[in-house]
Nanobody, 127 residues
């Protein structure tokens, strides 16, 4: 079973950028689909981005597509979320998540597909 720890959150001005990192340990990292979710105050947790075991399949939530980019480095057991053109509505706790993958090309986009979660990191965007 893999364990996940997020880092890189903080306070940033609207229009700025931030890079989140997720460090994994305790499992075979390359065999997991990886995703980022977020939860803003008063809202349900939503899908932000996902990347497949292969690294070749990527998905993004509608609200972040074109601004955020997910990537993974299996040699470093790490997943990243590059966030650009940040908006106040991006303010949320961001969670890294993992699921075992039966397909080299598949990554989940639904919360219930994931079985391992990090503790979350706060991102606050101020205008």
């Amino acid at each position: 079973q893999v364990q996940l720890v997020e880092s890189g959150g903080g306070l940033v001005q609207a229009g700025g950028s931030l890079r989140l990192s997720c460090a994994a340990s305790g499992g075979t990292f390359s065999r997991y689909g990886m995703g980022w979710f977020r939860r803003a105050p008063g809202n349900e947790r939503e899908f932000v981005a996902g990347v497949s075991w292969s690294g070749g399949t990527r998905y993004y939530g509608d609200s972040v597509r074109g601004r955020f980019a997910i990537s993974r480095d299996n040699a470093k057991n790490a997943v990243y979320l590059q966030m650009n053109m940040l908006k106040p509505e991006d303010t949320a706790v961001y969670y890294c998540a993992a699921h075992s993958a039966t397909s080299y090309y598949y990554v989940g986009r639904r919360e219930e597909e994931y079985d391992t979660w990090g503790q979350g990191t706060q991102v606050t965007v101020s205008s």
